[in-house]
């Protein structure tokens, strides 16, 4: 991909833009189309492309393998975390109404709070599907 | 507190230890912590099947959303019996996974491996807990997609290849068990099971019900072997790590046939599955069929991995058959067999994966003389092997006395007869690894073979040592399944 400027140049533009619509996309689920699977996924696809144009070798500088295990484990860690908050906080596991003082902004900071572990487990999985394919039969690079 | 959390963490104990075994890089403590929590899934099911026992039904609301909106943890005495197999097996197995993984799994790949059983397991035991309907399918793909993982984690290279047969035909099973859901949603608009048990009923034979209920009767045949839909598993056991073989053997296709009963008999109800649609003229033959076939290939395998994998899908053809025959003798057989055929194969298995850790090979011919090598590990063998025959003060004796019984209740001579010709079929298969153990000398100039670690043996003589003593005192297990078959059955609970 050396020599195809428009293609890197164009990756380069778009990246700031897809990772802050992975974003709008996270934040805004609560009250719109989007949530945490479909911003992991476009979150993912950011790191995909990067990867395509400028080599797995660069995106693995960004996203080196140890942390992309650590955030799959810890998006699935931080969703059953809040399953247990509401346990220990005297309701049903994964109940949102306990988190905060009234029950509208516990389901809104519930919701908020599992998506976001959904959308880093995604993000990360998918990274990781992406890197186990394309670095096969390749010396890291 | 915990009593009344207690159908929730049943699942969520082992779910969280699985990425904190990711998390821990080192084998041995992910380990630690997939024993310990195996260990309290053991403990909660059991508190959790002696207060079925003792009150009834166990409800719990996930999210505090109530019944047919939420999400509903449902447990009564079909399902805390299911969930005290796969626990027990699970709890089991993992102090010997320790040796038997080092052995057959390369170190890195260590925390992956506990981290893919906790999820194979909390996959499993979500299967069985839970209520509603479509969380039935999604736990039903997190216990199958590990287990694809787990699989391909085999030594042998054509351990993927394995995987990958599995992955597709447990794939297409799973797709059709969730068309299925997806139809009985569209007509009744609920997928909390007790729910779809009162809105069935008065549909009638509506068409779309009749095609949910052949998608999910396929569905759930594909995933737990019903032959001709068997074809993946021999493949799958034998290429599989040991002590995942043992697991899958012991758990996975009991889970299904649990996924067919409880949508046959609780969302369907008998009167639909059984009389109107007449399911027992499908399920009586191709269950005879899999005892007569599968047992008479499981006599021409020289790797012994498979033979027991053959073995195993003649096992399912009897508890389909005590299913099919649908009365409460009958459906008792079926669910009594679930667990001691968990058990006998179970133990078998490991028996076997001691095998391969001192031998390295499981092959018939590699067998020779071991019933002096390594004594505790062949008699364990024999031992189970006496069970899949039926010899009485095993386990498998009992499970065959009612279905023999449940024949004869209707009048099926036929049928106890074939039961009876499945067990002169095991009389085959084992003697001919009896023989070879016992009865020649070790090959000349072979290495010497030592006996298996303790840490390998006692598991597997757990295993074993429940096939006999449940053999010979059934009240807990023959009582839990009567009672869990007469309310299937539409008793009370």
Redo the contacts between chains.
């Keep these: 991909m050396q020599r195809h400027l428009v293609l890197r140049v164009t990756t380069k533009l778009l990246m700031p833009f897809i990772l802050l619509f992975a974003l709008y996309v996270q934040f805004h689920g609560d009250f719109g189309p989007g949530g945490g699977f479909q911003a992991g996924v476009i979150f993912g696809a950011g790191f995909i492309l990067y990867a395509l144009v400028y080599g797995i070798k660069n995106a693995r500088l960004v996203a080196p393998d140890y942390v992309i295990r650590v955030l799959i484990a810890a998006g699935l860690l931080l969703y059953i975390g809040v399953g247990f908050a509401g346990l220990f906080l005297g309701g049903k596991f994964l109940d949102y109404n306990v988190l905060a003082s009234d029950p509208v902004s516990g389901q809104h900071l519930g919701i908020l709070l599992v998506e976001l572990g959904v959308g880093v487990t995604v993000a990360a999985t998918m990274i990781t599907v992406f890197f186990a394919f394309a670095a096969r039969g390749r010396d890291e690079g | 507190m915990i009593a009344a959390?207690l159908p929730?963490l049943q699942i969520?104990v082992p779910?969280?230890a699985?990425?904190?075994c990711?998390?821990l890089r080192r084998g041995a403590l992910a380990w630690g912590l997939a024993l310990l929590a195996s260990w309290a899934a053991l403990a909660m099911s059991v508190l959790l099947l002696s207060q079925v026992l003792s009150d009834g039904p166990v409800s719990?609301?996930?999210?505090?959303w109530a019944a047919p909106w939420g999400i509903e943890y449902r447990v009564d005495s079909i399902n805390a019996f299911v969930l005290l197999i796969v626990s027990a097996v699970g709890a089991v197995i993992l102090p010997y996974a320790r040796r038997s993984v080092a052995h057959e799994i390369p170190a890195e790949q260590h925390s992956a491996f506990y981290t893919a059983f906790l999820l194979c397991l909390t996959g499993l035991l979500g299967v069985a807990i839970t209520g509603d309907a479509f969380n039935l399918f999604v736990f039903l793909e997190i216990s199958s997609l590990s287990s694809y993982v787990l699989i391909a984690l085999g030594r042998d290279r054509r351990a993927l290849t394995a995987a990958f047969q599995y992955l597709v035909m447990g794939t297409i099973g799973a797709t059709f068990i969730v068309i299925g859901i997806g139809l009985l949603y569209m007509v009744t608009g609920t997928l909390n099971m007790a729910d779809l048990a009162q809105r069935l009923p008065p549909l009638g034979q509506n068409r779309t019900v009749v095609v949910a209920f052949a998608f999910l009767t396929i569905g759930a045949s594909l995933k737990l072997a019903l032959f001709p839909l068997h074809y993946w598993l021999p493949n799958a056991y034998t290429y599989a790590p040991s002590a995942v073989t043992g697991f899958l053997a012991a758990t996975a296709t009991k889970v299904a046939v649990y996924i067919l009963l409880r949508f046959f008999f609780t969302i369907f109800g008998p009167e639909f599955a059984i009389e109107t649609l007449t399911l027992q003229h499908l399920l009586v033959p191709l269950a005879v069929i899999a005892i007569l076939v599968c047992s008479t290939v499981a006599i021409f395998q020289d790797n012994i991995k498979r033979m027991l994998a053959y073995s195993s899908l003649a096992q399912i053809g009897y508890i389909v058959l005590g299913i099919g025959m649908a009365s409460p003798t009958g459906l008792t057989a079926g669910i009594v067999h679930l667990f001691n055929h968990a058990m006998t194969k179970g133990g078998l298995f490991l028996a076997l994966g001691c095998i391969f850790l001192r031998v390295g090979s499981v092959r018939l011919e590699s067998m020779q003389g071991l019933g002096r090598t390594m004594p505790w590990t062949m008699f364990a063998f024999v031992l189970g092997g006496l069970s899949l025959i039926g010899v009485p003060l095993t386990v498998g004796f009992i499970s065959k006395w009612y279905l023999v019984q449940a024949a004869l209740e209707q009048d099926s001579w036929l049928l106890a007869a074939l039961v009876l010709a499945g067990s002169l079929l095991a009389i085959i298969y084992v003697w001919r690894v009896v023989e070879v153990a016992y009865l020649r000398p070790p090959p000349a100039g072979a290495a010497a073979v030592r006996e298996a670690p303790l840490s390998m043996l006692i598991p597997t003589w757990v295993l074993i040592g429940a096939s006999i003593y449940f053999g010979v005192d059934t009240s807990l297990t023959v009582g839990v399944a009567n009672k869990a078959a007469v309310m299937l059955l539409g008793g009370a609970p």
């Design positions: 959390h929730v969520v779910l969280i699985a990425p904190l990711l998390l719990y609301a996930l999210g505090d």
